[in-house]
């Protein structure tokens, strides 16, 4: 039997090792798939850890992106190119690739090259440096896009069944990093892996799984009702795709954060738009379509989510544990702009749309955990938050779980950011 030989993976393999014989075999491909006479073919380099490759090359004087998705096979590439198509026929504001190929084994998407930058760039850089005029702009483009989003979500917007839901990409980026993607089985999956029978250290101290995981958390003076246990088993029985429809479901990029997202400056005013739309849909649960945007566009920031060692330098946190109680201090705050996105999100999105569903009678009552637990797993799920796992140092694990547990649980008493988001977008409320 002779097995086909991947050409994506080949090449792959060589941008480890040579990097010209790489590009000519990138070269061959392109020309044998497309017809293209790619040049100056550059394949980036801070990705070979993952699996993926992308890069960019030229055609006379035409620059393009090309992108060779993480998993092979599962028509990762054609999936990618008919989700943008979604996007683009809602309205949407989205790039399309210009070529692709689905073929087994040759499977790559070709974008046309920008030069704009990601909003995620453009937002932290005013993290860093504030400054009224541009952080006005920014607010002003986001402001525009979260129109255009309402106006797309009430349009589309429509009942479905938990099958038409369950078969979303979107549960890959929520519920199924909780269990075992082969056999179902929860615990499983990232939950498994990064959390579950570890060790976790914060300065002042250090928890096992068990004590960490049914500890009553205190995070400056307010206590919180749900453990991280808890947090994560109320995720894994609420966000169960099948429970998701309920809130029926719209079309959606569902991944749109902000390193999702361009930032295009022109003539006028600057406006934003949507690439790598890999689990976008038409009958995404409703409650989820802007929750990836919502928590990593505004509560992963500043800085501890992406940049831990910068997080370190810059802000305190502090733990003691006793009698079951981790009891947190730290002056990590969101900057100024990162609230003005939430108060752009919160009155131009998230308070419309509610309305909407309750007007519908698509809200169901329990609207605010389904939420809440959708914006838990964000930050836990993505990467692995336990100092010396990944990128996480004591201080950025601490005040990173501490901003998963205000997310994800109600406070026992008293208010923070979070609970003033929700009340600012609970349509009952005046
Ligand atoms: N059309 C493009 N032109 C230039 N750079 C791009 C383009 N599309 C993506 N990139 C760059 O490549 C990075 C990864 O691309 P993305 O499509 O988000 O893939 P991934 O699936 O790895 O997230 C982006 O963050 C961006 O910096
Ligand atoms: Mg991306």
Not at 138 to 143: D, K, P, T
Not at 195 to 201: A, D, L, N
Not at 234 to 262: F, I, Y
Request: with cysteine; hydrophobic share 45%; proline share 5%.
């Amino acid at each position: 039997m002779t097995v086909t030989q991947s050409r994506t993976a080949e090449i792959r393999r060589l941008a480890a090792e040579d990097r010209d014989a790489a590009a000519r075999a990138l070269a061959e491909l392109l020309r044998d798939l497309f017809g293209l006479e790619a040049e100056r073919i550059e394949i980036n380099r801070d990705r070979y850890s993952l699996n993926s490759l992308n890069g960019f090359f030229r055609t006379g004087d035409e620059a393009f992106f090309f992108k060779f998705h993480q998993e092979e096979g599962e028509e990762a590439m054609s999936g990618e190119y008919y989700r943008a198509d979604i996007l683009a026929k809602a309205g949407l504001p989205v790039d399309n690739p210009v070529h692709m190929s689905a073929l087994p084994g040759e499977q790559i998407l070709i974008y046309r090259r920008r030069t704009d930058p990601r909003f995620s760039d453009v937002l932290r850089r005013l993290d860093l440096a504030p400054d009224e005029a541009a952080e006005a702009r920014a607010l002003a483009a986001e402001r525009k896009l979260n129109e255009a989003l309402l106006e797309v979500c009430r349009k589309t917007l429509h009942p479905v069944d938990a099958a038409e839901v369950a078969a979303e990409p979107i549960h890959r980026l929520f519920y199924e990093r909780l269990i075992d993607p082969k056999s179902g089985a929860l615990p499983g999956g990232r939950f498994a892996d990064f959390y579950v029978g570890r060790s976790f250290r914060f300065p002042g101290v250090e928890l096992d799984w068990e004590a960490f995981s049914r500890a009553a958390v205190v995070i400056n003076g307010v206590r919180y009702r749900r453990t991280i246990g808890e947090l994560f088993a109320a995720a894994a029985e609420r966000l169960r795709p099948d429970r998701l429809a309920d809130a029926g479901g719209v079309t959606a990029h569902g991944d749109a954060h902000n390193a999702n997202v361009w930032y295009v400056e022109g003539g006028g005013a600057p406006s934003l738009a949507f690439f790598d739309p890999a689990f976008a849909g038409s009958h995404v649960p409703t409650l989820l379509a802007e929750i990836k945007a919502t928590f990593h566009n505004i509560f992963a920031h500043p800085l501890w989510l992406y940049d831990p060692a910068e997080a370190a330098t810059r802000y305190r946190a502090d733990a003691t544990f006793a009698d079951g109680v981790l009891d947190i201090v730290t002056d990590w705050q969101p900057s100024r702009i990162r609230l003005g996105l939430l108060e752009v999100k919160a009155g131009t999105f998230w308070r419309p749309l509610l309305a909407t569903l309750s007007e519908r009678g698509l809200l169901s009552p329990d609207w605010r955990e389904v939420i809440r637990l959708a914006l838990f797993l964000c930050p836990t799920l993505v990467m692995n938050l336990r100092a010396g796992a990944s990128s996480h140092n004591p201080v950025s694990s601490l005040i990173a779980f501490s901003v998963a547990v205000m997310v994800g649980s109600e406070p026992v008493a008293g208010e923070d950011v979070v609970t003033r988001f929700l009340d600012m977008v609970d349509p009952e409320r005046g």
